[in-house]
């Protein structure tokens, strides 16, 4: 029977790939990837021969029927993003639920994805959390801050550095100066930095030395 594995892939560090997710990666009879050369230089790292097809954002939508089509005439497909789990801030989860419309078994196997590293080293409660994603650039995103302030739970959110200054001053003006964050910046990469304190501590940081690379911001749920 057809199935669809997610493989999740390293986010910096490439030894971070598990044992099981390259045999699976050797194994399977093709792959479907974010970006084929991305894959591709994975791969040849790993000294693995694949059939690797394009399977992105863009094309997400008008790519099911044909994706579905391939995996039927398969035994097994993974799908691979270009950093982390597929399906988390990646293209995947079309594709899961089609799978599972389709009757397709659909497995993922455990492996990196940002935003656990950064709320575990965070140091606030990791028992229960709230991931957010990316925040709407414009339309939507205050309305997303204002239930963010009200949240209890420790909140995750992808950031891209040259917002990060703007997002770390609307927590300052949603949550108070004092709301306490952590900002997971190049996790598992040669210059990570975890830089913890309060909203305006963190802000006043990278507003003197603008943030290079991948970030994460951990924020200390409403007391
Ligand atoms: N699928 C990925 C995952 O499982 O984490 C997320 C992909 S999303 C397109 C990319 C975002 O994830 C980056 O903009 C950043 O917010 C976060 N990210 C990915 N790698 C990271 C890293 N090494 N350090 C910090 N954040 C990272």
Redesign the pocket.
């Known amino acids: 029977m057809a199935k669809l594995i997610l493989v999740?892939t390293p986010?910096?560090n490439l030894e971070d790939i598990t044992l099981r997710a390259i045999r699976i990666l050797g194994e399977v009879d093709l792959i479907f990837a974010e970006d084929t050369r991305t894959t591709n230089r994975l791969l040849k790292h790993l000294d693995i021969q694949q059939s690797v097809h394009a399977f992105h954002a863009h094309n997400e939508h008008r790519a099911l029927a044909g994706a579905i089509d391939k995996i039927r005439a398969s035994s097994t497909v993974a799908l691979v993003?270009?950093?982390?789990?597929?399906g988390?801030?990646?293209p995947g989860f079309l594709l899961i639920r089609e799978c599972l419309k389709e009757g397709i078994e659909v497995e993922c196997l455990p492996g990196?994805?940002?935003?656990i590293p950064?709320l575990v080293a965070s140091g606030f409660p990791c028992d229960k959390f709230v991931f957010e994603g990316?925040l709407p650039h414009k339309k939507g995103r205050q309305t997303r801050l204002k239930i963010i302030a009200e949240e209890e739970r420790t909140v995750v959110l992808?950031?891209?550095p040259h917002r990060l200054v703007k997002c770390l001053g609307q927590i300052v003006e949603f949550m108070g100066a004092e709301r306490k964050v952590c900002v997971?910046?190049?996790?598992?990469?040669i210059h990570e930095e975890f830089r913890r304190g309060t909203a305006e501590e963190v802000k006043s940081h990278y507003e003197e030395k603008p943030p290079k690379?991948?970030?994460?911001i951990v924020i200390e749920g409403k007391k």
């Not at 997971?184 to 990469?189: I, M, Q």
């Not at 690379?213 to 994460?216: A, K, L, M, Q, T």
């Open positions: 999740p986010i910096g993003s270009d950093a982390g789990t597929p988390v801030s990646d990196p994805a940002a935003l950064a990316f992808y950031e891209s997971a910046r190049e996790l598992t990469k690379g991948e970030i994460v």
